[in-house]
């Protein structure tokens, strides 16, 4: 049983919104269906900058809520960029049906990679924050090319 706090951010769902309306591969998203929190966890592993969570069909049943994006207190450390690239990347884990989560080493991630190159998540699946947080570095200086 984790042990977390969860608080509504409503930050969160403007950010995705914005992001979803930029990138056309987004579009499916049905952002009623996603829920979006602070936590006050530290995350361990392959999401230590945020985690996107599929919640069960009796959750669904309860709240019409079947995604939850959390956001844990590293994510509010970062600048605006980062936490754009973040957020998209866990907006990524939306299947097409906004049933299902889409894990990694599927091709629906490819535009991330694309965007932004992949050494940034290596770091991030490796647990290394400090090395991390270098990489976003420099898939933020990407972003801006892409923007320009
Ligand atoms: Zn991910």
Not at 52 to 73: A, D, N, W
Not at 117 to 145: I, M, P, R, S, T
Request: glycine share 6%; charged share 40%.
């Amino acid at each position: 049983m984790e042990d977390i706090n969860f608080e509504f951010d409503d930050d969160l769902k403007k950010r995705a919104q914005k992001i979803i309306e930029q990138e056309p591969k987004l579009d499916h998203i049905k952002l009623d269906k996603v829920c979006f929190t602070k936590i006050d966890k530290t995350l361990k592993g392959g999401h230590i900058l945020g985690r996107c969570v599929l919640l069960g069909v009796r959750t669904e049943f309860l709240s019409g809520k079947r995604f939850m994006i959390e956001m844990p207190p590293v994510y509010y450390e970062l600048n605006e960029k980062q936490k754009d690239i973040v957020m998209e990347h866990e907006l990524m884990h939306i299947s097409k049906n906004n049933k299902r989560l889409v894990e990694h080493n599927i091709g629906e991630f490819k535009i991330i990679v694309e965007k932004y190159g992949l050494d940034w998540f290596e770091a991030f699946k490796k647990g290394e924050l400090l090395l991390a947080k270098k990489k976003l570095k420099e898939a933020e200086n990407k972003y801006k090319k892409v923007e320009d």
